[in-house]
T-cell receptor
Framework: GESVGLHLPTLSVQEGDNSIINCAYSNSASDYFIWYKQESGKGPQFIIDIRSNMDKRQGQRVTVLLNKTVKHLSLQIAATQPGDSAVYFCAENIPYNNNDMRFGAGTRLTVKP | ETGVTQTPRHLVMGMTNKKSLKCEQHLGHNAMYWYKQSAKKPLELMFVYSLEERVENNSVPSRFSPECPNSSHLFLHLHTLQPEDSALYLC????????????FGSGTQLSVL
């Protein structure tokens, strides 16, 4: 979802559960997507990427799913840990716009011990 | 540590002051970026430098003036800012050809009084 003012979408999960963070992107021409994680007091950090010719990509404890039909991206985190608490951003590449990455508003993930 | 260092971490300035933000990367990347992150908007791209040449200026007011003296250093010169310019200013770098895969610094939290 999109943020309004200061209020980011939030997701609260119990430690050890799986987390799913969703992102709707805007442009059907977008051909590359990245998930970033931003912890408090730090800049965003790359987590995982996926190109539009794929619908799933797995990393260590993370999986990104891409549904181009409905322009939807999700990030799944397995066995969520307290260190996963952060704001997660999806970003899409717009190829005709200088290949700029356009960022979503972000989702705040809180992991309860 | 991402290899991208920003100074200062915090800056408070009056509307008539002139100050500069500094970014340094030791990753051997060829592209450097300034982003603005405010509470009410997603990450906004301000400037892009590739091989020390400015390749993008996203309609940023002239009170923000970037400088890239070499591929490792990037500055953002600030003068006569407005209170609405208060935000987190993030520097990022990327390898040439590594589309969109940005390495961010921790940012400078700027408050304009």
């Amino acid at each position: 979802g999109e943020s309004v003012g200061l209020h980011l979408p939030t997701l609260s999960v119990q430690e050890g559960d799986n987390s799913i963070i969703n992102c709707a992107y805007s442009n059907s021409a977008s051909d590359y997507f990245i998930w970033y994680k931003q912890e408090s007091g730090k800049g965003p950090q790359f987590i995982i990427d996926i190109r539009s010719n794929m619908d799933k990509r797995q990393g260590q404890r993370v999986t990104v799913l891409l549904n181009k039909t409905v322009k939807h991206l999700s990030l799944q985190i397995a066995a969520t840990q307290p260190g996963d608490s952060a704001v997660y951003f999806c970003a899409e590449n717009i190829p005709y716009n200088n290949n700029d990455m356009r960022f979503g508003a972000g989702t705040r993930l809180t992991v309860k011990p | 540590e991402t290899g991208v260092t920003q100074t200062p971490r915090h800056l408070v300035m009056g509307m008539t002051n002139k100050k500069s933000l500094k970014c340094e990367q030791h990753l051997g990347h060829n592209a450097m970026y300034w982003y603005k992150q405010s509470a009410k908007k997603p990450l906004e791209l301000m400037f892009v430098y590739s091989l020390e040449e400015r390749v993008e200026n996203n309609s940023v007011p002239s009170r923000f003036s970037p400088e890239c003296p070499n591929s490792s250093h990037l500055f953002l010169h600030l003068h006569t800012l407005q209170p609405e310019d208060s935000a987190l200013y993030l520097c990022a770098s990327s390898p040439q050809g590594a589309l969109g895969k940005l390495f961010f610094g921790s940012g400078t939290q700027l408050s304009v009084l």
